[in-house]
């Protein structure tokens, strides 16, 4: 049996006992052996009706946005490139608005993107900073960012228009 | 038919114009692309680390880790006033970690430390109630979202050193938060 195949099976069957003996936890099995063929995974951001996440295989990591009502991933376009390491995502309730921590020709920068206009905005740290984890609230109004600064990390709030 | 501007018309389209890419123009100097600036509210204990920044799902309350006594310790605060929120059952067991808040924040999801482990609980702001989110031996929380409305919590898991998201189901187990106006269905409590 292949490995993956195994790790579903596993899955599977302590999924079964979790739920059983945690007794308050129901798995979204399906989701769940989707997510775990598909390699390792990191970073969840549950808002609405969707899941984003990052995703592993074959040593490189991309974002994915998963709508819940049908368990699949739905395109992405102009976020992932080759050359990006993203480190934190997350996403509003109507997954349109998505912002990005990710890693690009030695620099850390901040992303948003707007699904519907598969459009990327770099967004400055101001005064200068290194961000590294990234939260929107769910009305898509507002972001929280971690980042680092002058040896601290500190929180910046940015409301968005 | 085409209508053609008359002269003075085309002049005060002409001013109109100029007035509103010169405010354009102050406007994006001052906010790139409408960006509002805000410093997190102040803890009052001066200038202190603070990380794992979360917002409600209307973006009211701010959850951070902040060092308290050497320990990192979860703390709720009003975004606009600053004001700090009590948590009943979160003074202890700490490292605290990965907080999430529920659409109004009747919720706070977060990964504590239960003796030798890493647990993922929720605190029931409302009632008081904390729910430990019980995991198969062998699996570790590392990161956790809740959705804001409590009906979901996606945890990254760590099992035999491969990180994996797993989302489960919390409807059985917690009343919905949703926003305002938002429908209610199975008989939850609407907030």
Known sequence: ?161 | MSVQPHSSCRCRWAGIATLLSASLLLWGCTTPWGLRRQPAAPLGIGQESRQDPALSGDGRLLASVVERGGRSTVMLQERSSGKVLPLRHLRRQQPHSSPSLSWNGRYLALVVQQGPRRQAVIEDRANGQLHPLLLPAGREPQRLSLAPDARRVALEVLDNGQARVEVFDLSGLLEPDQAPGQPVSGGGLSR
């Not at chain 1, 990006?84 to 997954?95: K, M, N």
């Not at chain 1, 920068?109 to 929107?136: D, K, M, N, T």
């Open chain 1, 1 to 161: 049996m292949k490995p993956r195949a195994l790790l579903a099976v596993a899955l599977g069957l302590s999924s079964l006992l979790g739920g059983c003996l945690g007794g308050n936890l129901r798995p979204l099995q399906g989701l769940n052996l989707q997510l775990a063929r598909g390699g390792t995974s990191h970073s969840p951001a549950l808002s609405g009706n969707w899941l984003a996440l990052i995703t592993g295989h074959q040593g490189r990591d991309q974002v994915q946005l998963v709508n819940l009502s049908s368990s699949a991933p739905v395109p992405l376009l102009g976020l992932n490139r080759p050359d990006a390491q993203p480190l934190s995502i997350t996403v509003d309730q109507r997954g349109e608005r998505l912002a990005l921590v990710r890693q690009r020709e030695g620099r850390t920068e901040l992303v948003l993107y707007r699904r519907s206009l598969q459009s990327l905005q770099a967004i400055p740290i101001e005064p200068a900073g290194v961000p590294r984890l990234v939260q929107l609230s769910a009305d898509g109004r507002v972001l929280a960012v971690e980042v680092s600064r002058g040896g601290q990390w500190q929180v910046d709030l940015l409301t968005l228009p």
